[in-house]
């Protein structure tokens, strides 16, 4: 596929990786469309497999910008922003710092550091410890809501996937329903990945191959994140995200030792 300019986009990819990345992508925004985030962790684990890990980040990032674009408009209907506006600052702080931590780290760094801290956070939403803690804590307090978002920012800068796995703890008790929760989480969500773009674009990451390779993804991108924003009043059953977990917690375990057997 060899285009203008001479840029060829997944230039040496094989048909079946990019199909086995459409898929991925797909159910990735499947999911941010029913619940406002969380496309990026079984995109980034399953496509760093597929493409080198920064590649996989980065491309991330391209796709779900068209996902993102179709949630804005209800997100900003139905956010809260009384629990919205305290958090910004803290993401802006954290996001930058870990996008500029992105950009020095090695590929073996990166794979462990994404393996890492996929299994951190199962770890901590398969048994709750999140919420162990901050039955200690005062939730309204704005402190406490800007070291959530820093540290959610920091993660999702350096990660490209989990960041809100940490602050939805504080947002499930900070929102009244869910309508407003999945709202507030499109909103946040979005703020970060707009100092990502900002970020990468000024350290030289984002190019026309790389923005051309997102395109191509945001037809499949574009009918997923509809799909699953038309699924948001379904019950998710339990036994998904068990297997998801279980999916995630065997390809986080593999890119450890990936990084690591590299070093």
């Given amino acids: 596929m060899d285009l203008n300019f001479n840029i060829i986009p997944f230039q040496g990819i ?4 990019l199909v ?3 898929v991925t992508h797909a159910f990735g925004c499947f999911i941010r469309g029913a619940f406002g985030f969380g496309s990026n962790v079984p995109i980034v684990v399953i496509s760093a497999f597929l493409l080198p890990p920064h590649h ?3 491309l991330a990032l391209m796709t779900t910008v068209a996902a993102q674009i179709q949630l804005i408009p209800d997100g900003f209907r139905t956010a809260d922003w009384e629990v919205t506006k305290p958090l910004v600052a803290g993401l802006i702080f954290g996001t930058a710092a870990g996008t500029w931590l992105f950009s020095i780290l090695t590929p073996e760094d990166l794979v462990i550091i994404l393996g890492g801290g996929v299994v951190v956070i199962i770890i901590l939403d398969t048994f709750r410890l999140i919420e162990r803690i901050v039955k200690y ?3 309204r307090s704005k402190k406490l809501a800007a070291i959530l978002a820093i540290i959610s920012g920091l993660i999702g800068g350096l990660t490209g996937a989990g960041a809100f796995y940490f602050l ?3 947002l499930k008790h900070a929102c009244a329903s869910p309508s407003s929760l999945r709202g507030t989480n499109v909103i946040l969500s979005s703020i970060t990945m707009i100092i990502r773009i900002v970020s ?3 350290l030289g990451f984002i190019n026309p191959k790389l923005i051309i390779e997102g395109l ?3 037809p499949v991108v574009l009918t997923a994140t509809w799909l699953g924003s038309s699924a948001f009043k379904c019950s998710t059953p339990k036994v998904f995200y068990v297997v998801l977990q279980a999916i995630l917690l065997t390809g986080a375990g593999a890119l450890i030792y990936r990084g690591l057997v590299k070093v």
Avoid at 14 to 17: G, Y
């Fill in 14 to 17: 094989e048909w079946w990786v």
């Fill in 216 to 218: 191509i993804l945001w």
């Fill in 20 to 22: 086995c990345l459409a």
């Fill in 200 to 202: 990468l674009s000024a």
């Fill in 56 to 58: 996989a980040v980065l």
């Fill in 137 to 139: 804590t005062n939730l």
């Fill in 168 to 170: 939805v703890v504080y």
